[in-house]
Antibody, heavy 120, light 107 residues
Framework: EVQLVESGGTLVQPGGSLRLSCAAS????????MDWVRQDPGKGLEWVAR??????????EYAASVKGRFTVSRDDSQNSLYLQMNSLRTEDTAVYFC???????????WGQGTLVTVSS | DIQMTQSPSSLSASVGDRVTITCRAS??????LAWFQQKPGRAPKSLIY???SLQSGVPSKFSGSRSGTEFTLTISSLQPEDFATYYC?????????FGPGTTVDFK
């Protein structure tokens, strides 16, 4: 059974930093492209960032709204995905989902999400 | 960025109904279109990728099709567990973009 378990979400002040983690099991993690997708509570879905698999040299892509502030990384030896979030803004408040994609498909498996609240 | 629109934004249906949801891309995306189902308080679930390929374990009552830049998700016979919000996603180019969602509720 595939499991993606996010952690690290909490209340943080504007301008602050936070690191989200995602622990994966049940998949060959190093073969997967991994993404972060967020959802403002009660609203739609927004893609945040991607880190490609080992075969694609772990290259990254970012949404314009987070580029320069967020950094996605992974540790294939630990089957873990991370999102370093700096200079947080109130508009970054959302549930953040960790998502895996096998080659040839997209967003096959989703974690349960972790809530990040940016507020003073 | 590629804009995705969905219609309708919501619909009311009964058990056993055939339901069709449409997603339109602002430019060509080939077959790089996926569909997801989300229930309240839950993570989205993948239904279809590459416009018409069913994800493993997804029942065959779900199907997807494409005509140019218009994509359709069809549920052949709506069941109680299908009442949810459905989103499309284009993944041809970055940034990946989702449609705004279509909520299917009970008539």
């Amino acid at each position: 059974e595939v499991q993606l378990v996010e952690s690290g979400g909490t209340l943080v002040q504007p301008g602050g930093s936070l690191r989200l983690s995602c622990a994966a099991s049940g998949i060959t993690f190093s073969d997967q492209h991994m993404d972060w997708v967020r959802q403002d509570p009660g609203k739609g879905l927004e893609w945040v960032a991607r880190i490609r698999n080992r075969a694609r040299s772990h290259t990254t892509e970012y949404a314009a709204s987070v580029k320069g502030r967020f950094t996605v990384s992974r540790d294939d030896s630990q089957n873990s995905l991370y999102l370093q979030m700096n200079s947080l803004r109130t508009e970054d408040t959302a549930v953040y989902f960790c998502v895996s994609s096998r080659v040839g498909s997209v967003f096959d498996h989703w974690g349960q999400g972790t809530l990040v609240t940016v507020s003073s | 960025d590629i804009q995705m629109t969905q219609s309708p934004s919501s619909l009311s249906a009964s058990v056993g109904d055939r339901v069709t949801i449409t997603c339109r891309a602002s430019q060509g995306i080939d077959n790089s279109l996926a569909w997801f189902q989300q229930k309240p308080g839950r993570a989205p679930k993948s239904l279809i990728y590459a416009a018409s390929s069913l994800q493993s374990g997804v029942p065959s009552k779900f199907s997807g099709s494409r005509s140019g830049t218009e994509f359709t998700l069809t549920i052949s016979s709506l069941q109680p567990e299908d009442f949810a919000t459905y989103y499309c996603l284009q993944y041809l180019t970055y940034p990946f973009t989702f449609g705004p969602g279509t909520t299917v509720d009970f008539k």
